[in-house]
C-alpha cells in the first residue's frame, strides 16, 4: 500500500520512500522515515496535490510522489 | 583557503544563525540586531547574504551572519552549499558560535539539521522559537531535559514579543567565549554504514579537503563526508574532484538493494533526534514519537482557504487584489516618476548650454535613469504583496492550490504568482522568481515569465487596434479591435505555457519536476520584515539592474541620433534664423506674432527630429533590417520603431511618431494624427503598410519579443549570468519571427485583413 492509497482524513505508518536519489532523500529528510506516522489530511481543491501533516507541521506532495512512499495502516 | 589566519588581520568573531525555513530565524536576526542588517549576496551567486553587527552588551560586538534557511546540510547546488562552507570554514571566516534556530512546534525535523550542526564542533546556542504556538497547539518542551541532552544552552522565546532576548544574547556571548565543543551527539550506524563513511573521509583527507590533524578538525571531517555521501550525485556542483566523486559513488555502492545507504544515514539520524525528543517532549495527545496533533489552527483556516469552492473564490480575490494593485495602483505613482524626471530634464536643458553634450545628460543620461526609476513603485508594490503572503503563509496555499494546473507544462505551483505579475511588469515578476527553491524551476519560470503579455505592450495594441480596425466592425456583439486585444492575453497565456513545456524539455532538461513544500502555520505578517524586504529588492533592482539599464539607454540614445546629418542641421538652423528675423506682419500684434513664431519653431524641431532619425544609426538599422522584416509585412520605418523599442516597448509609439513627422506622437489630442498617417502609409507598390493583418503581425511580434532591456538586465542578475538573458532574448525573438511570418503569411495566402 502506498500514502496515495490512503483515504483522506485517514493515518498511516511510513515503511520506505522508493524514488529517484534526490526526491527520496529530501522526503525522508523531511522525516518521512519508517515508523512515522502521516495524516492525508486533504486534496488540493484541484485534485492534487495532497496535504500531508507529520511530525507537527504540513508537507504538500503530489500524488505522484505520494504513490513512492510505502506505508502500513 | 588558507588554513591558517592571517596575524595582521584581526579575527572577526562570526556568529552564525542556521534553522529550518519558517522557523523563525529571521525575525530572531532583527530582533537582536536591529533593522540594520547589510545585505548582499554571496560571491557568484544570487543568495541573499544578510550580516549585522551584534553587541553581546558585554563591550563586544560579533558579525552575525543569517544563513539561508535549510532543512539538512545536503546541498547539491552553490547556493544550497552556502550553509555548508560557513558552518566548515576554517580561518579567518571560522565561526565562534552556531545560533541554532529551533521552531518548538516541529522539533524532530528542526533537530534533524540541528544535530547535523551540532556534529561539526562549533561552540553553538539553541534559541527556541514558536514558544507560545507550542503551549497553544499543546506541545510541552522541557527546555533543561533538551539543553542536558543536546548539551548547549536553550533558550527559550517569543520573538514576536521579544521575549527572552537578553538570555540568548548572554548565551551567545557565553558561547563565543567557550573553547569547549558541544559533545559529540552520534547516531547508532551500523558498522558497514561507518565503514563507507570512513572511505569517504580518507578521500577528503588524500584531496587536501580536511584533516586529522586535531579533533576539531577530525570532526568537521566527518560531517563534511556526510555531507559528501548524502550530496554528490545528480548534483550541480562543477568542483567537486573525481577523486571524491569516484569514493562517494563507491561509498554508497550496494550488494543488495536493500534499504540505501542514503536511508540508513536519515533514519540514524532521526532515531537519534526521536531519542532526544523522548527525554524531552510531551503533548496533549499523550505520545511524544511521530503522533499527527490535533487538528491545528492552520488546519482549521485551510478548511475555508483551500475548500474547493471557498478556497478557489479567496484565491481569485486574493490574485486580483494582487494584480489591481501592480496594474492600476501604481500608475498614479508611474506617473509621478515620469513627470518628476521630465520636470528635471527640462531644469537642466535650462541650466546648461543647448549643445549635444547637453542632450546626451539630459535625453540619453537622465533619461535612462528615468527608465530604471520608473519601475520601482510596481517592485514595490509587487515585493509588499508577495512578502506579506509568503510571511502569513499564504503563498505556499497559492501554490498549493494551482500547482495542479502548472504541473501540467513542468512547472510547479510557486511559478504561479511570479507569471500572473508578469502582466503587468516583467521586472518585479522576475524578481519574485526568488520564493522557488529549485534552480532548474526557478530558471524556467524566469525564463517564460517576458511572455506574459505586460503593461507596457497596451499602448502598441491601442495604437494598432484604432489604426487598422473601424470601431464599427463587429465579431458577434464584440468590436473587432476588442476581440484583437483579447486574443493577444489569451496567446500570451498558451505561449507562455508552450515555452515553458518546451524549455523544460531541452535547454532546461531535468528530472521530472516534483512539488515538495512545506504548508507552513499562519502568522501575522511583521511590518519590519515586509520593509526590510521591499527595500533591499528596491535598493538592489537599482543598483544592479539599473546600472545595465543606464549604459544601455546611453548607448540606444546615440544610436537614435548620431551620426547627424550635417546639411540638414544647417538648413534647418538657417530656416530658424529667418523667423526668429522675419518682422511682424502688417495688423499681427506682437502677442500673435510671437506664438506664431514658436509653433514655426516647434515645426521645425520636429521636422529635424523626424530627419535626424532617419539620418541616425538607428534609422540606418531600420534600413538594413528591412529585407528581414518585410515578410512580416514590416517597412523600413516600423524597423526603426523597433530598434527604438529594444529599450523599451512603449517607445515604439513615439518613435513611430518621429519617423513619421508626427509631434508629440503620445499626446491623445494629437493621437489622431499618427493614426491618420499610419493609415495613409504606402509601401512602394502602393499597397497600404497598415493592413488588419500586418497590424493583427505587429502585435503578435510585439507581444512574443523580448523587446526589454530591463528585463535581459534583471534575467542576468538573477540568473548569474548573460547566458540565461542570452537564451531569452534568442528564444523569444526567434518564436516572435516566426509566429509573425506564419500570421502574415498565411492571412496573405488566404486574403484576410489585406484590404
Given at each position: 500500500?502506498?500514502?496515495?492509497?490512503?483515504?483522506?482524513?485517514?493515518?498511516?505508518?511510513?515503511?520506505?520512500?522508493?524514488?529517484?536519489?534526490?526526491l527520496?532523500l529530501?522526503?525522508m529528510?523531511l522525516?518521512?522515515?519508517?515508523?512515522?506516522?502521516?495524516?492525508?489530511?486533504r486534496?488540493?481543491?484541484?485534485?492534487?496535490?495532497?496535504?500531508?501533516?507529520?511530525?507537527?507541521?504540513?508537507?504538500s506532495?503530489?500524488?505522484?510522489?505520494?504513490r513512492?512512499?510505502?506505508v502500513?495502516? | 583557503?588558507?588554513?591558517?589566519?592571517?596575524p595582521v588581520?584581526?579575527?572577526?568573531?562570526?556568529?552564525l544563525f542556521?534553522?529550518?525555513?519558517?522557523?523563525?530565524?529571521?525575525?530572531?536576526?532583527?530582533?537582536?540586531?536591529?533593522?540594520?542588517?547589510?545585505?548582499?549576496?554571496?560571491?557568484?551567486?544570487?543568495?541573499d547574504?544578510?550580516s549585522?553587527?551584534?553587541?553581546l552588551?558585554?563591550?563586544?560586538?560579533?558579525?552575525a551572519?543569517?544563513l539561508p534557511?535549510?532543512?539538512?546540510?545536503t546541498a547539491?547546488?552553490?547556493?544550497?552549499?552556502v550553509a555548508?562552507?560557513a558552518?566548515?570554514a576554517?580561518g579567518?571566516?571560522?565561526?565562534?558560535?552556531?545560533?541554532?534556530?529551533l521552531?518548538?512546534?516541529?522539533?524532530?525535523?528542526g533537530?534533524?539539521?540541528?544535530?547535523?550542526?551540532?556534529?561539526?564542533?562549533?561552540?553553538?546556542?539553541?534559541?527556541?522559537?514558536?514558544?507560545?504556538e507550542?503551549?497553544?497547539?499543546?506541545?510541552n518542551?522541557?527546555?533543561d531535559a533538551l539543553?542536558?541532552?543536546?548539551g548547549v544552552p536553550?533558550?527559550?522565546?517569543?520573538?514576536?514579543?521579544?521575549e527572552?532576548?537578553?538570555?540568548?544574547?548572554?548565551?551567545?556571548?557565553?558561547a563565543?567565549?567557550?573553547t569547549?565543543?558541544?559533545?559529540?551527539?552520534?547516531?547508532?550506524?551500523s558498522?558497514d554504514?561507518?565503514?563507507?563513511?570512513?572511505?569517504?573521509?580518507?578521500?577528503?583527507v588524500a584531496?587536501?579537503?580536511?584533516s586529522?590533524?586535531?579533533?576539531?578538525?577530525?570532526?568537521r571531517?566527518?560531517?563534511?563526508?556526510?555531507?559528501?555521501?548524502?550530496?554528490?550525485?545528480?548534483?550541480?556542483?562543477?568542483?567537486?574532484?573525481?577523486s571524491l566523486?569516484?569514493?562517494?559513488?563507491?561509498?554508497?555502492e550496494?550488494?543488495?538493494?536493500?534499504?540505501?545507504?542514503?536511508?540508513?544515514?536519515?533514519a540514524?539520524?532521526?532515531a537519534?533526534?526521536?531519542?532526544?525528543?523522548g527525554?524531552?517532549l510531551?503533548?496533549e495527545t499523550?505520545?511524544n514519537?511521530?503522533?499527527?496533533p490535533?487538528?491545528?489552527?492552520?488546519?482549521?483556516i485551510?478548511?475555508?482557504?483551500?475548500?474547493p469552492?471557498?478556497?478557489?473564490?479567496?484565491f481569485?480575490?486574493?490574485m486580483?487584489?494582487?494584480?489591481?494593485?501592480?496594474?492600476a495602483?501604481?500608475?498614479p505613482?508611474?506617473?509621478?516618476?515620469?513627470?518628476?524626471?521630465?520636470?528635471?530634464q527640462g531644469?537642466?536643458?535650462?541650466?546648461?548650454?543647448?549643445?549635444?553634450f547637453?542632450?546626451?545628460?539630459?535625453?540619453?543620461?537622465?533619461?535612462?535613469?528615468?527608465?530604471?526609476?520608473v519601475f520601482?513603485?510596481?517592485?514595490?508594490?509587487?515585493f509588499?504583496?508577495i512578502?506579506?503572503?509568503?510571511?502569513?503563509g499564504y503563498?505556499?496555499r497559492?501554490?498549493?492550490?494551482?500547482?495542479r494546473v502548472?504541473?501540467?507544462?513542468?512547472?510547479?505551483?510557486k511559478?504561479?504568482?511570479?507569471?500572473l505579475?508578469?502582466?503587468?511588469?516583467?521586472?518585479p515578476?522576475?524578481?519574485?522568481?526568488?520564493?522557488?527553491e529549485?534552480?532548474r524551476?526557478?530558471?524556467?519560470?524566469?525564463?517564460?515569465?517576458?511572455?506574459?503579455s505586460c503593461?507596457?505592450r497596451?499602448?502598441v495594441?491601442?495604437?494598432?487596434?484604432?489604426?487598422?480596425?473601424?470601431p464599427?466592425?463587429?465579431?458577434?456583439?464584440?468590436?473587432?479591435?476588442?476581440?484583437?486585444?483579447?486574443a493577444?492575453?489569451?496567446?500570451?497565456?498558451?505561449?507562455?505555457?508552450?515555452a515553458a513545456?518546451?524549455l523544460g524539455r531541452?535547454?532546461?532538461?531535468?528530472?521530472r519536476?516534483?512539488?515538495?513544500?512545506?504548508?507552513?502555520?499562519?502568522?501575522?505578517?511583521?511590518?519590519?520584515?515586509?520593509a526590510?524586504?521591499?527595500?533591499?529588492?528596491?535598493?538592489?533592482?537599482?543598483?544592479?539592474a539599473?546600472?545595465?539599464?543606464l549604459?544601455?539607454?546611453v548607448?540606444?540614445?546615440?544610436?537614435?541620433?548620431?551620426?547627424?546629418?550635417?546639411?540638414?542641421?544647417?538648413?534647418?538652423?538657417?530656416?530658424?534664423?529667418?523667423?526668429?528675423?522675419?518682422?511682424?506682419?502688417?495688423?499681427?500684434?506682437?502677442?500673435d506674432?510671437?506664438?506664431a513664431?514658436?509653433?514655426?519653431?516647434?515645426?521645425?524641431?520636429?521636422?529635424?527630429?523626424?530627419?535626424s532619425?532617419?539620418?541616425?544609426?538607428?534609422?540606418?538599422m531600420?534600413?538594413?533590417?528591412?529585407?528581414?522584416?518585410?515578410?512580416?509585412g514590416?517597412?523600413?520605418?516600423i524597423?526603426?520603431?523597433?530598434?527604438?523599442?529594444?529599450?523599451?516597448?512603449?517607445?515604439?509609439?513615439?518613435?513611430?511618431?518621429?519617423?513619421?513627422?508626427?509631434d508629440?506622437?503620445?499626446?491623445?489630442?494629437?493621437?489622431?494624427?499618427?493614426?491618420?498617417?499610419?493609415?495613409?502609409?504606402?509601401?512602394?507598390?502602393?499597397?497600404?503598410?497598415?493592413?488588419?493583418?500586418?497590424?493583427?503581425?505587429?502585435?503578435?511580434?510585439?507581444?512574443?519579443s523580448a523587446?526589454?532591456?530591463?528585463?535581459?538586465?534583471?534575467?542576468?542578475r538573477?540568473?548569474?549570468?548573460w547566458?540565461?538573458?542570452?537564451?531569452?532574448?534568442?528564444?523569444?525573438?526567434?518564436l516572435?519571427?516566426?509566429?509573425?511570418?506564419?500570421?502574415?503569411?498565411?492571412?496573405?495566402?488566404?486574403?484576410?485583413?489585406?484590404?
Open positions: 500500500m502506498t500514502l496515495a492509497d490512503v483515504a483522506i482524513g485517514g493515518t498511516a505508518i511510513v515503511v520506505g520512500v522508493d524514488a529517484p536519489r534526490p527520496a529530501r522526503l529528510e522525516g518521512l522515515v519508517a515508523g512515522t506516522h502521516v495524516l492525508v489530511r486534496r488540493a481543491p484541484l485534485g492534487d496535490p495532497l496535504e500531508l501533516e507529520l511530525r507537527g507541521y504540513s508537507l506532495i503530489r500524488r505522484d510522489e505520494a513512492r512512499i510505502a502500513r495502516a | 583557503m588558507s588554513r591558517h589566519a592571517d588581520v584581526a579575527r572577526e568573531t562570526i556568529a542556521a534553522g529550518n525555513p519558517n522557523a523563525g530565524k529571521t525575525t530572531l536576526f532583527n530582533l537582536l540586531t536591529g533593522a540594520r542588517a547589510k545585505v548582499g549576496n554571496y560571491p557568484g551567486i544570487t543568495v547574504k544578510r549585522a553587527k551584534l553587541a552588551g558585554d563591550g563586544r560586538t560579533v558579525t551572519i543569517d534557511g535549510t532543512y539538512s546540510l547539491r547546488s552553490k547556493e544550497e552549499l555548508v562552507e558552518i566548515l576554517e579567518v571566516h571560522t565561526p565562534s558560535c552556531l545560533i541554532i534556530v521552531d518548538a512546534t516541529t522539533l524532530s525535523r533537530l534533524y539539521f540541528g544535530t547535523q550542526l551540532l556534529a561539526a564542533g562549533v561552540p553553538a546556542v539553541v534559541a527556541l522559537t514558536m514558544m507560545d507550542a503551549k497553544r497547539a499543546g506541545i518542551v522541557d527546555t539543553s542536558k541532552a543536546l536553550v533558550v527559550p522565546l517569543v520573538a514576536t514579543r521579544g527572552g532576548r537578553e538570555q540568548l544574547i548572554a548565551a551567545i556571548s557565553a563565543t567565549q567557550s569547549e565543543p558541544p559533545s559529540e551527539l552520534t547516531p547508532t550506524l558498522d554504514l561507518a565503514k563507507r563513511i570512513e572511505t569517504v573521509e580518507e578521500a577528503l584531496g587536501k579537503l580536511g586529522r590533524d586535531d579533533t576539531a578538525a577530525q570532526r571531517l566527518r560531517v563534511r563526508a556526510l555531507w559528501a555521501i548524502l550530496s554528490i550525485g545528480d548534483d550541480e556542483l562543477t568542483d567537486i574532484p573525481d566523486r569516484t569514493a562517494v559513488l563507491k561509498a554508497r550496494q550488494d543488495a538493494p536493500s534499504t540505501t545507504v542514503d536511508a540508513q544515514l536519515v540514524a539520524r532521526y537519534l533526534v526521536d531519542r532526544i525528543l527525554e524531552c510531551t503533548t499523550g505520545s514519537k511521530n503522533t499527527p490535533k487538528p491545528r489552527l492552520a488546519s482549521r485551510d478548511d475555508v482557504l483551500v475548500h469552492l471557498w478556497g478557489l473564490l479567496a481569485a480575490l486574493v486580483f487584489v494582487v494584480f489591481q494593485a501592480l496594474f495602483w501604481s500608475a505613482m508611474v506617473e509621478l516618476v515620469e513627470s518628476g524626471f521630465t520636470w528635471l531644469l537642466i536643458k535650462d541650466v546648461l548650454p543647448a549643445g549635444p547637453t542632450d546626451l545628460v539630459v535625453d540619453g543620461a537622465i533619461g535612462g535613469a528615468g527608465a530604471v526609476v520601482v513603485p510596481q517592485i514595490a508594490i509587487l509588499i504583496f512578502t506579506i503572503l509568503e510571511d502569513s503563498l505556499a497559492v501554490a498549493f492550490v494551482i500547482d502548472m504541473a501540467k507544462v513542468g512547472l510547479n505551483g511559478a504561479f504568482v511570479p507569471m505579475s508578469g502582466f503587468a511588469c516583467a521586472i515578476a522576475v524578481m519574485a522568481t526568488r520564493t522557488i529549485s534552480r524551476d526557478r530558471l524556467l519560470t524566469m525564463l517564460v515569465v517576458p511572455l506574459s503593461s507596457a497596451l499602448p495594441y491601442a495604437l494598432m487596434t484604432a489604426v487598422v480596425f473601424d464599427q466592425d463587429k465579431i458577434g456583439f464584440f468590436a473587432t479591435g476588442a476581440v484583437a486585444l483579447f493577444m492575453y489569451v496567446l500570451s497565456v498558451v505561449a507562455a505555457m508552450t513545456f518546451v531541452t535547454v532546461l532538461k531535468g528530472p519536476p516534483t512539488l515538495v513544500l512545506e504548508l507552513p502555520p499562519y502568522r501575522v505578517p511583521r511590518a519590519l520584515s515586509v526590510q524586504a521591499t527595500y533591499q529588492r528596491v535598493k538592489r533592482f537599482v543598483i544592479d539599473g546600472s545595465v539599464i549604459a544601455l539607454s548607448v540606444l540614445w546615440v544610436l537614435l541620433h548620431y551620426p547627424k546629418d550635417e546639411a540638414a542641421e544647417a538648413r534647418f538652423d538657417a530656416q530658424r534664423e529667418e523667423i526668429k528675423a522675419a518682422a511682424p506682419e502688417e495688423g499681427v500684434s506682437e502677442e506674432a510671437e506664438k513664431r514658436t509653433e514655426a519653431l516647434a515645426a521645425i524641431d520636429e521636422e529635424a527630429a523626424g530627419v532619425l532617419r539620418h541616425s544609426a538607428a534609422g540606418r531600420g534600413h538594413f533590417i528591412e529585407p528581414a522584416i518585410a515578410p512580416l514590416f517597412d523600413w520605418k524597423g526603426v520603431g523597433l530598434v527604438g523599442a529594444f529599450a523599451a516597448r512603449e517607445v515604439f509609439v513615439a518613435t513611430l511618431g518621429l519617423v513619421y513627422d508626427i508629440k506622437a503620445d499626446d491623445d489630442a494629437n493621437a489622431p494624427r499618427l493614426q491618420d498617417k499610419l493609415r495613409d502609409a504606402k509601401h512602394p507598390n502602393g499597397e497600404r503598410v497598415f493592413t488588419p493583418l500586418s497590424g493583427v503581425a505587429l502585435m503578435v511580434f510585439f507581444l512574443l523587446q526589454c532591456m530591463s528585463t535581459l538586465a534583471v534575467v542576468r538573477e540568473s548569474g549570468s547566458k540565461w538573458a542570452g537564451i531569452m532574448f534568442g528564444y523569444m525573438t526567434t516572435a519571427y516566426v509566429a509573425t511570418l506564419l500570421v502574415y503569411q498565411v492571412g496573405r495566402a488566404l486574403h484576410l485583413g489585406v484590404g
